[in-house]
T-cell receptor, first 115, second 115 residues
Framework: EAGVTQSPTHLIKTRGQQATLRCSPI?????VYWYQQALGLGLQFLLW???????NRGNFPPRFSGRQFPNYSSELNVNALELEDSALYLC??????????????FGPGTRLTVL | AQSVTQPDIHITVSEGASLELRCNYS??????LFWYVQSPGQGLQLLLK??????LVQGIKGFEAEFKRSQSSFNLRKPSVHWSDAAEYFC?????????????FGTGTRLQVTL
């Protein structure tokens, strides 16, 4: 069974540009989560999508947005990039069927560097 | 709001020695607890999880963890560490409301294994 996949592996942008990160969940999973792992800040919850809807959002500005497609894959968009957006962005998926006991499985991440 | 504390930022053990990584959580209801491991430049791999039932949980790679409600702890243990266990370990608590949940992570413990 294929795991969570993310693309691209690395992304280099300059300040003010937009970045688009992609995630494909495990087959059969309907929930997708995005986390930011920035140096010195740890793992921070960004967004949660389930069945195409945004269900929860972490404490991030509106320039962080995303969507979930009918095939449950997801896209994270970061507009007006700032230097501090440089981080590893991790996507996770879960089955969305067990409620609060869902287990999240993580992808390898996308390393975003903002110059 | 829930929180997770991993008091040890960095631990060094000799190969073959036993290991215990500490995790304390703060959460008002029944916690859903996880341990993940992250190798350099990689995503997170689930080691084990606790939802309910037996407070001693077995995971992959010979790891186990014990949930102690009275101490609000979920420490990770391994009787004999291998050099390949060198990585960063994250404890997380799942917010158990509604469908699915976000994870709140501790700051991680970096494990170094000496030969």
């Amino acid at each position: 069974e294929a795991g969570v996949t993310q693309s691209p592996t690395h992304l280099i942008k300059t300040r003010g540009q937009q970045a688009t990160l992609r995630c494909s969940p495990i087959s059969g999973h309907t929930s997708v989560y995005w986390y930011q792992q920035a140096l010195g800040l740890g793992l921070q919850f960004l967004l949660w999508y389930d069945e195409g809807e945004e269900r929860n959002r972490g404490n991030f500005p509106p320039r962080f947005s995303g969507r979930q497609f009918p095939n449950y894959s997801s896209e994270l968009n970061v507009n007006a990039l700032e230097l501090e957006d440089s981080a590893l962005y991790l996507c996770a998926s879960s089955s969305g069927t067990s409620g609060s006991t869902d287990t999240q499985y993580f992808g390898p991440g996308t390393r975003l560097t903002v110059l | 709001a829930q929180s997770v504390t991993q008091p040890d930022i960095h631990i060094t053990v000799s190969e073959g020695a036993s290991l215990e990584l500490r995790c304390n959580y703060s959460y008002g209801a029944t916690p859903y607890l996880f341990w993940y491991v992250q190798s350099p430049g990689q995503g997170l791999q689930l080691l084990l999880k606790y939802f309910s039932g037996d407070t001693l949980v077995q995971g992959i790679k010979g790891f186990e963890a014990e949930f102690k409600r009275s101490q609000s702890s979920f420490n990770l243990r391994k009787p004999s560490v291998h050099w390949s266990d060198a990585a960063e370990y994250f404890c997380a608590v799942g917010e158990g409301t509604g469908t699915a949940s976000k994870l709140t992570f501790g700051t991680g413990t970096r494990l170094q294994v000496t030969l």
